[in-house]
């Protein structure tokens, strides 16, 4: 029996059919102008920085017209479809920076799917399946039919470049506990977590009765990760520049004998070299920088020759402070990590130790009203693990609370983050 030849089938695309609700109407229209005419502003300013070299420009600024422009134009019934690719965009990039997989693609040029899969080793159409979103969103670029190739957003993603390890960080802390909220606001009560153990975050890595740091600390390389993606956030922050330090090498060629500044769980001493760049009469040599031994010891390995003039000591802000009467005390970045409940008990420390006249520094971030997309975000990420981020009320509050007065909050122009000036009640 001859075997028919086959008939070609066709693909009919049906017409496009244009909807009522996707018209614009003209009071849209009058904002779309309104936006128009603000994004030439910009350009022009932009221009103008440029050549006059007048400094940098903010971007933030023309990705706030962006999302006015989404927002005047989208529907939101049709919300969903963005939040749903969103939600399989960001799984699939954490499973492919566990498997390294971005680190598969070459920099240049591009890889089929079939020997990208074979480098993964993982069935083809796995990949071909997960790729796809990637490529829908624009974070990778399809080649031909059977290719795939970095953009600039998926090269973040290669050789454990920071803001990838901080992508991974975000993840585990917000997005994996909070699938499990409707579960746990069911057992624990609809309240935010009192402490640092029993949180979302312990809850969903199956590690009820250890606090968010104990049970990254149980990995390695975790650690190593963690450590590595908090650079990204450090760097983004600026120590100084919207607070005067200055104060504390006048009052310390009052009192030569004290100790001008001692910065409490401060790592390997970052802020306190900013600080004292920044502010050259403070003397590195009567600075102080406590942290947990481990730090500390790695510390040593790595500080500058300059730095090695300030004094490292292992201690713990959960005991009592053993340099008393020092000029200031800084905290930096380490309230937000906790609630009020221990916040107090780590101000205490702090207020047994502190002379009439010392100031403690408090340099964190304050959440505005209304909130910044980041600032909103991360609280509901200090949330998961037991922790806060504060409005100016809230610091208040707080200072009250762990017998403290705030004498002012200096407020960065650059980012979210602020000094709060206190002194004893």
């Given at each position: 029996?001859?075997?028919?030849?086959?008939?070609?089938?066709?693909?009919?695309?049906?017409?496009?059919?244009?909807?009522?609700?996707?018209?614009?109407?003209?009071?849209?229209?009058?904002?779309?102008?309104?936006?128009?005419?603000?994004?030439?502003?910009?350009?022009?300013?932009?221009?103008?920085?440029?050549?006059?070299?007048?400094?940098?420009?903010?971007?933030?600024?023309?990705?706030?017209?962006?999302?006015?422009?989404?927002?005047?134009?989208?529907?939101?019934?049709?919300?969903?479809?963005?939040?749903?690719?969103?939600?399989?965009?960001?799984?699939?990039?954490?499973?492919?920076?566990?498997?390294?997989?971005?680190?598969?693609?070459?920099?240049?040029?591009?890889?089929?799917?079939?020997?990208?899969?074979?480098?993964?080793?993982?069935?083809?159409?796995?990949?071909?399946?997960?790729?796809?979103?990637?490529?829908?969103?624009?974070?990778?670029?399809?080649?031909?039919?059977?290719?795939?190739?970095?953009?600039?957003?998926?090269?973040?993603?290669?050789?454990?470049?920071?803001?990838?390890?901080?992508?991974?960080?975000?993840?585990?802390?917000?997005?994996?506990?909070?699938?499990?909220?409707?579960?746990?606001?069911?057992?624990?009560?609809r309240r935010v977590p009192?402490?640092?153990?029993?949180?979302?975050?312990?809850?969903?890595?199956?590690?009820?009765?250890?606090?968010?740091?104990?049970?990254?600390?149980?990995?390695?390389?975790r650690v190593a990760d963690?450590?590595?993606?908090?650079?990204?956030?450090?760097?983004?922050?600026?120590?100084?520049?919207?607070?005067?330090?200055?104060?504390?090498?006048?009052?310390?060629?009052?009192?030569?004998?004290?100790?001008?500044?001692?910065?409490?769980?401060?790592?390997?001493?970052?802020?306190?070299?900013?600080?004292?760049?920044?502010?050259?009469?403070?003397?590195?040599?009567?600075?102080?920088?406590?942290?947990?031994?481990?730090?500390?010891?790695?510390?040593?390995?790595?500080?500058?020759?300059?730095?090695?003039?300030?004094?490292?000591?292992?201690?713990?802000?959960?005991?009592?402070?053993?340099?008393?009467?020092?000029?200031?005390?800084?905290?930096?970045?380490?309230?937000?990590?906790?609630?009020?409940?221990?916040?107090?008990?780590?101000?205490?420390?702090?207020?047994?130790?502190?002379?009439?006249?010392?100031?403690?520094?408090?340099?964190?971030?304050?959440?505005?009203?209304?909130?910044?997309?980041?600032?909103?975000?991360?609280?509901?990420?200090?949330?998961?693990?037991?922790?806060?981020?504060?409005?100016?009320?809230?610091?208040?509050?707080?200072?009250?609370?762990?017998?403290?007065?705030?004498?002012?909050?200096?407020?960065?122009?650059?980012?979210?983050?602020?000094?709060?000036?206190?002194?004893?009640?």
């Amino acid at each position: 029996m001859i075997p028919r030849e086959a008939t070609p089938v066709s693909v009919i695309r049906p017409k496009p059919v244009r909807s009522r609700s996707s018209k614009i109407g003209s009071g849209r229209l009058e904002d779309l102008q309104s936006i128009s005419k603000e994004l030439n502003i910009l350009i022009e300013s932009e221009r103008w920085r440029q050549e006059s070299g007048a400094g940098s420009f903010d971007r933030n600024m023309i990705k706030a017209l962006a999302k006015k422009v989404i927002s005047t134009v989208q529907q939101p019934e049709e919300q969903w479809v963005e939040q749903a690719a969103l939600m399989s965009e960001v799984c699939v990039i954490r499973v492919f920076n566990d498997w390294k997989a971005f680190d598969m693609i070459p920099q240049e040029g591009s890889i089929s799917i079939k020997a990208w899969a074979e480098k993964l080793n993982a069935q083809e159409e796995l990949i071909v399946r997960m790729s796809r979103i990637l490529v829908a969103t624009g974070t990778l670029q399809q080649v031909k039919d059977d290719g795939i190739m970095h953009t600039p957003l998926s090269k973040i993603y290669t050789n454990r470049h920071p803001a990838g390890l901080y992508f991974n960080t975000k993840f585990d802390i917000a997005l994996v506990p909070g699938v499990g909220w409707v579960e746990y606001f069911e057992k624990f009560g609809r309240r935010v977590p009192e402490g640092i153990t029993h949180t979302p975050f312990s809850i969903a890595n199956n590690e009820p009765d250890k606090s968010s740091f104990e049970i990254i600390g149980m990995d390695q390389q975790r650690v190593a990760d963690f450590a590595q993606s908090m650079n990204i956030a450090m760097k983004s922050k600026a120590v100084t520049g919207f607070y005067n330090f200055d104060w504390i090498a006048e009052k310390g060629r009052k009192d030569k004998d004290r100790t001008l500044l001692v910065d409490v769980g401060g790592g390997s001493g970052g802020a306190v070299e900013a600080i004292t760049k920044a502010h050259s009469g403070i003397d590195r040599a009567r600075c102080i920088v406590q942290d947990l031994n481990e730090v500390v010891e790695s510390a040593h390995e790595t500080m500058s020759m300059e730095m090695r003039q300030v004094h490292m000591m292992a201690h713990s802000f959960w005991e009592q402070q053993p340099v008393k009467g020092a000029i200031c005390y800084f905290l930096r970045r380490i309230m937000h990590d906790y609630p009020d409940s221990k916040c107090t008990e780590i101000l205490g420390h702090l207020v047994n130790a502190m002379a009439p006249d010392s100031r403690l520094l408090i340099s964190d971030e304050l959440l505005t009203r209304p909130p910044t997309l980041l600032g909103a975000q991360t609280d509901l990420s200090m949330l998961n693990i037991g922790g806060k981020e504060r409005t100016k009320e809230d610091w208040l509050v707080l200072a009250s609370k762990s017998g403290l007065r705030v004498s002012g909050i200096f407020t960065s122009k650059e980012n979210s983050m602020c000094v709060i000036e206190c002194t004893k009640a």
